[in-house]
């Protein structure tokens, strides 16, 4: 069965950093597409940045800049790593996979395959 857990989240403070993991099993994981969503209370999930089989990234505007994806195949873990975090970065960080190589323009609708999440809060 696929599995996706989320680790890293907590406290920080703005202007501070936050990196986040998400080990996965019960699939390939170097063949997928994989990637990191938020959801805000009150808020829709909104993509963060994915990285597909290939190595090809995308990010969010305006969090592009300021947020690393990378994937470690060899131990089936994907990071996400965010600079300069403000406020509204506050959020349950979630990670998810399409299971297919390339990822979906669709956005968070397009993911069958999502962990339980991870609570960031960032205080002043």
């Known amino acids: 069965a696929v599995q996706l857990e989320e680790l890293g989240g907590g406290s920080v403070q703005v202007g501070g950093s936050l990196k986040l993991s998400c080990s996965a099993s019960?699939?390939?994981?170097?063949?997928?597409?994989m990637g990191w969503f938020r959801q805000a209370p009150g808020k829709e999930r909104e993509e963060v940045a994915t990285?597909?089989?290939?190595?090809?990234?995308t990010y969010a505007d305006g969090l592009k800049g300021r947020s690393t994806i990378s994937r470690d195949n060899a131990a089936n873990t994907l990071y996400l790593q965010m600079d300069s975090v403000k406020a509204e970065d506050s959020a349950v960080y979630y990670c998810?996979?399409?299971?297919?190589?390339?990822?979906?323009?669709?956005?968070?609708?397009?993911?069958?395959?999502w962990g339980r999440g991870t609570q960031v809060t960032v205080s002043s």
């Open positions: 998810a996979t399409t299971l297919t190589w390339p990822c979906p323009a669709l956005g968070a609708p397009a993911y069958p395959y």
């Open positions: 990285i597909d089989a290939r190595g090809t990234i």
């Open positions: 019960g699939f390939i994981f170097g063949r997928v597409c």
